[in-house]
């Protein structure tokens, strides 16, 4: 199993920056993939960005004002939110893939953290 915490989320204004954190402990040499994706009320979950193994993806309006970092010697992940708009605001997620014993791959989920634009 994976344990994962967050952090950094919050209140900012419109134009303004922050960065949430992800650190996953446990069966941590088996991560296949680290992502965030977010929750708008009402709404599925969607992916914001992906970090698999030497490669990254984003939400296509989201590319060049979000960028995602995967330390793979820590296990930790970050998402810096350039630009913020008030849109934004959602509850985000972090997101961890293992590869199981027999190929395939478990998801986990962090508890989520409330991310809030103000305009």
């Known amino acids: 199993q994976v344990q994962l915490v967050e952090s950094g989320g919050g209140l900012v204004r419109a134009g303004g920056s922050l960065t949430l954190s992800c650190a996953a402990s446990?069966?941590?040499?088996?991560?296949?993939?680290m992502a965030w994706y977010r929750q708008f009320p009402g709404k599925e979950r969607e992916l914001v960005a992906i970090a698999g193994s030497g490669s990254t993806k984003y939400e296509d309006s989201l590319m060049g004002r979000f960028t995602i970092s995967r330390d793979y010697a820590k296990s930790t992940v970050t998402l810096k939110m350039n630009s913020l708009r008030p849109e934004a605001t959602a509850v985000y997620y972090c997101?961890?893939?293992?590869?199981?014993?027999?190929?395939?791959?478990?998801?986990?989920w962090g508890q989520g953290t409330q991310v809030t634009v103000s305009s």
């Open positions: 446990g069966r941590t040499f088996s991560i296949n993939a």
């Open positions: 997101v961890v893939d293992l590869t199981t014993w027999d190929g395939g791959i478990q998801r986990y």
